[in-house]
């Protein structure tokens, strides 16, 4: 059996299951550790210093130790439906913050209408090919088209989501669209933009 902490333990986990999802490393130099919970982790083994504030401080997912059954259970992030106007139909979302930049989609005058999850773009990442599916496709009055990905700033340095978008930004650059990667400080702007123009 794989033991926490063990050398072998650490590399099923880093070559097996997804950083940011599954887990996060311990940005501590000699630790970098996977684990489930930043804050959880620092106050196990690393009392006497603050965690850092400007990265994902858990994963998407865990799997409950005490579950004889093991399954993996979402991290209470807000899920639900989101009536869309201008698409009209109820669009799924994974959390707040996306039903927050629907809301404000649907106030842009700009906007003609938005798909979610709208095409699979492969990319490669540690040995294997894999598919991603960005958050939105935004269609605008003028023609053009942009692809949004909406993530928390924290999560912008992970070195998965850096490949998926480096192939997102390439199959963009062909198409002539544009890329972009809406975190809370843009979903901030696009909010202040709308107050100011209404």
Same mark, same amino acid.
């Given at each position: 059996?794989? $033991? &926490?902490?063990?050398?072998?333990?650490? +590399?099923?986990?880093?070559?097996?299951? $997804?950083?940011? !999802? +599954?887990?996060?490393?311990? &940005?501590? +130099?000699?630790?970098?550790?996977?684990?489930?919970?930043?804050?959880?982790?620092? !106050?196990?083994?690393?009392?006497?210093?603050? @965690?850092?504030?400007?990265? $994902?401080? #858990?994963?998407?997912?865990?799997s409950d &130790?005490?579950? @004889?059954? #093991?399954?993996?259970?979402?991290?209470?992030?807000? +899920?639900?439906?989101?009536?869309?106007?201008?698409?009209?139909?109820?669009?799924?979302? #994974?959390s707040s913050?996306? !039903?927050?930049?629907?809301?404000?989609?649907?106030?842009?005058?700009? /906007?003609?209408?938005?798909?979610?999850?709208?095409?699979?773009?492969?990319?490669?990442?540690?040995?294997?090919?894999?598919?991603?599916?960005?958050?939105?496709? /935004?269609?605008? #009055?003028?023609?053009?088209?942009?692809?949004?990905?909406?993530?928390?700033?924290? $999560?912008?340095?992970?070195?998965?989501?850096?490949?998926?978008?480096?192939?997102?930004?390439?199959?963009?650059?062909? !198409?002539?669209?544009?890329?972009?990667?809406?975190?809370?400080?843009?979903?901030?702007?696009?909010?202040?933009?709308?107050?100011?123009?209404?």
């Amino acid at each position: 059996m794989l $033991q &926490p902490g063990r050398p072998e333990f650490i +590399e099923h986990v880093v070559g097996s299951h $997804q950083e940011g !999802r +599954e887990y996060i490393v311990c &940005p501590m +130099e000699h630790c970098k550790v996977p684990v489930r919970d930043i804050r959880a982790h620092y !106050r196990a083994c690393h009392k006497h210093t603050v @965690p850092p504030n400007n990265m $994902q401080m #858990r994963c998407a997912i865990w799997s409950d &130790p005490k579950d @004889p059954t #093991r399954k993996k259970k979402k991290i209470g992030f807000e +899920e639900g439906y989101f009536v869309s106007a201008k698409n009209r139909k109820k669009l799924h979302y #994974r959390s707040s913050w996306e !039903r927050e930049v629907y809301e404000t989609l649907e106030k842009m005058d700009d /906007v003609v209408k938005y798909e979610v999850e709208p095409l699979a773009i492969e990319y490669y990442f540690k040995g294997e090919n894999c598919n991603y599916l960005p958050d939105l496709r /935004v269609y605008f #009055r003028d023609g053009h088209k942009e692809i949004w990905e909406i993530k928390p700033s924290n $999560q912008t340095s992970l070195a998965i989501n850096e490949a998926k978008w480096s192939a997102c930004k390439d199959y963009c650059l062909k !198409r002539g669209w544009e890329f972009k990667i809406i975190t809370e400080v843009g979903l901030g702007k696009l909010k202040n933009d709308l107050r100011r123009n209404s």
